[in-house]
């Protein structure tokens, strides 16, 4: 039985003391007025009706007792910067939340599917968060995936605890992280363990179109009054961050706002895009979905991990032989940053880290 899939959309609303709302169509208008610099094509991307729009506007003028949009004779609409506010707090929302409703979206799509139907496999798989990784239901038509983000180390701690059999780590291509080397020698046995080459990466900094404050290289967030938004403690990113830093003989104390973060690439994309951060170190994917300047620094290696015992199962077997697939990689490599690095083939663990 086929079975169509749910998916959870983050939403939020405005409301005030007395129980009055906005209207649920406002930030989608906005955004569509911010892109389309027209009402009449904003309100016709919207599915609503020019006088809807209108109306939607006036109600939240005189909620806000000021307008979130101006029309200019000639020149169509643009935000006022209220309403330029109100959108980019919606895309910082929207980005911290994504990842956790793609997750859970499906988790509740694995329950009902068992419900619903006794014949439908499911492959649960925890790895690190990425845009590739994103594409995998997609071409596992076959089966209910189950995808949950978690940073390598948790991923590979699951897939020996039997919660996954297929796990998603990160390794840097062209730096040593001591602590990252002793914990993958612990965790990925040799004996026990099979490592499967999946993509390189681009990682480097993430900086507002143009460049304003002038950012060239690691050194100059320290020496520039800059406000840098990281990835979160423990996770890939930020030990690879760290390890350029030392390096180069940088103190993350000189750096300003180092210990702010988030949990995702386009969690820290969305905050240096919304003017919440100067600059963030992460992958030129999540640069290029906000249109961001990328200044290039290093790559890193995604690969897969799955157990011995494991690696003739039908589900395994069907994830490698998608890996390898034309379709899945051509779409991979159109990611902006991303490169299929012979996916699909076994690579030992020395191989690896050196």
Known sequence: ?????????????????????????????????????????????????????????????????????????????????LGEVLVQANQRIDARLHTQMESLAMELNAEVHKVLSDQVAVMKIYASHGYAVALIPKHMPDYQTELHYHGSEDALKALHSGACK?????????HKIAVQQYRYQTLLNAKDVRIFRFIKREQGLMVPAGNKHHIRSLQDLADKDVRIINRQPYSGTRELLEELLSQEGISRDSIKSFDQHEYTHTA?????????????????????????????????????????????DPEVLSF???????????????????????????????????
């Not at 034309?326 to 083939?345: M, R």
């Open 166 to 174: 297929i796990a998603g780590f990160t390794v840097p291509l062209h």
């Open 1 to 81: 039985m086929q079975i169509n899939n749910l998916s959870i959309v983050p939403n939020w609303r405005f409301a005030d003391i007395s129980g009055r709302k906005l209207h649920v169509a406002l930030l989608p208008l906005l955004l569509a007025i911010q892109t389309r610099k027209k009402l009449t094509a904003a309100a016709q991307d919207c599915g609503l009706s020019y006088r809807h729009a209108w109306n939607i506007l006036q109600e939240a003028e005189d909620f806000f007792l000021s307008p979130v949009t101006v029309k200019e004779r000639g020149r169509g609409a643009k935000l006022t910067a």
């Open 320 to 354: 490698i032989d998608m890996l390898k697939s034309t379709g899945f990689q051509e779409e991979v490599d159109a990611i902006s940053g991303y490169q299929c690095d012979e996916a699909g083939t076994i690579v030992g663990l020395s191989e690896l880290l050196g």
């Open 268 to 312: 820290v994309a969305a905050q240096v895009a919304t003017g919440m951060a100067d600059v963030a170190f992460g992958m030129q994917a999540a640069a290029a979905r906000f249109d961001l300047d990328f200044i290039p620094i290093t790559e890193d290696a995604y690969l897969w991990a799955i157990k011995v015992e494991s690696q003739n």
